[in-house]
């Protein structure tokens, strides 16, 4: 589910993408509906469009008018579109084992990809966060991709959680992934566990805090 607004927008797998008036939260409302060729199992809302991911394809679709939501592009992935994320004409596509595709949306009529990075694992959801894609990808746990480049991603780290990684959010500085029967993972930024910057890039100042083992 997205929220945007006075509305939900909900993947509702079979039965496509459903638009919910929540303006009153204690009785929401179906107001329209755009139904899908695949299983809607993902959505993002940006700029006036929702991004299905519906495991066949991503659907872009003109939300301007709730009420009447209507396609207006597509995309067709080289695996199954599990998970979208959208952020300044890009859609970012957790594309089950095919990894992360990115995908120029500025002409939602039009979209293309120009950039993928492919992790071990079965991608299958995806949040951004300043310049940074984190992917959960099942039995190889979180991923975090630099995609300040869209066109030219590069993997910043990861984390081989001990569950099932799926679900991904970032708030502030930290990342929460649901990891299956192991619950719930929360992450930290390195910058607060390491005032030398040895995690960008820095190891001499790492090396003048812990010490050269000889």
Partial sequence: VAISGSYAYLADNEA??????ISAPESPAEVGFCGTPGLAKDVAVFDGHAYVA???SLRIIDISLPTSPTEVG????PGNAWGV???????YVADDDAGLRIVDVS????PTEVGFYDTPGEEVQVALS???????????GLWVIDVSTPWSPAVAGSFDTPGYAWGVSVSSDHTFVTDGNAGLAVFRECTHLFSDSFESGG????SSVVGVAP
């Fill in 85 to 91: 994320a959208v952020s300044d004409g890009y859609a």
């Fill in 16 to 21: 496509g993408l459903r638009v919910i008036d």
């Fill in 203 to 206: 190891p001499s100042a790492w």
């Fill in 74 to 77: 597509f995309y067709d992935p």
């Fill in 107 to 110: 002409t939602p009529s039009s």
């Fill in 130 to 140: 300043s310049g940074y894609a984190y992917v959960t990808a099942t039995f190889d």
């Fill in 54 to 56: 519906d495991y066949y």
